[in-house]
């Protein structure tokens, strides 16, 4: 068993894995943000797909989602702020938010991305609609023996350079 990508240290299989399958819905927009990023750790193109509202999914693609889901290894996930939202969430009420940061490697390369995510309640379901990137920068390879990138406290050779 391993732990979901998430960062939430529940194993994938009764974490996000449930919500990707569609067995449960995300009850909240952080909850959706996470299964989110863990279907893109886990290269499920589908659900990513799925998850998007009615209409930002017009401007999105399968194949797209795929490719990128594919040359892309995400590291870690950190929630920095979720904004409250009510249960009964409606229209008139300003998006729930979810201000998160991404680290992740791409064509041999480390980055951090920042993002201030909204989400809409759309047929009893949490989607989500788009972001705001606050900060995509490109991070200098660690050596050896620093710590990593992904903030897990270790050493950058027993974490992310064996992943």
């Known amino acids: ?3 979901c990508p998430c960062g939430s240290n529940i ?4 974490c996000c894995l449930p919500i990707i399958n569609g067995d449960v819905k995300a009850s909240s927009p952080e909850q959706l943000m996470r299964s989110r990023y863990s279907a893109y750790a886990k290269k499920i193109s589908r659900y990513i797909f ?3 509202e009615k209409i930002s999914k017009k401007e999105q693609s399968l194949d797209d989602i795929c490719s990128w889901a594919n040359e892309t290894q995400w590291l870690s996930l ?3 702020h979720t904004s409250s939202f009510e249960q009964d969430y409606s229209p008139s009420h300003p998006l729930p938010t979810v201000d998160f940061t991404a680290f992740y490697r ?3 390369r480390f980055f951090r991305m920042r993002e201030n995510s909204r989400f809409v309640l ?3 379901h949490w989607r989500y609609v788009d972001a705001d990137t606050a900060e995509h920068i ?7 023996n620093d710590l990593c990138i992904c903030q897990s406290g270790k050493k950058f050779k027993r974490c992310c ?3």
């Open 1 to 3: 068993m391993s732990l």
């Open 11 to 14: 194993e994938f299989s009764t």
């Open 50 to 52: 799925d998850s998007y």
């Open 78 to 80: 950190i929630i920095n």
């Open 106 to 108: 791409h064509e041999k």
């Open 122 to 124: 759309e047929d009893l």
């Open 138 to 144: 490109e991070l200098p390879t660690p050596s050896r």
């Open 161 to 163: 350079a064996n992943k």
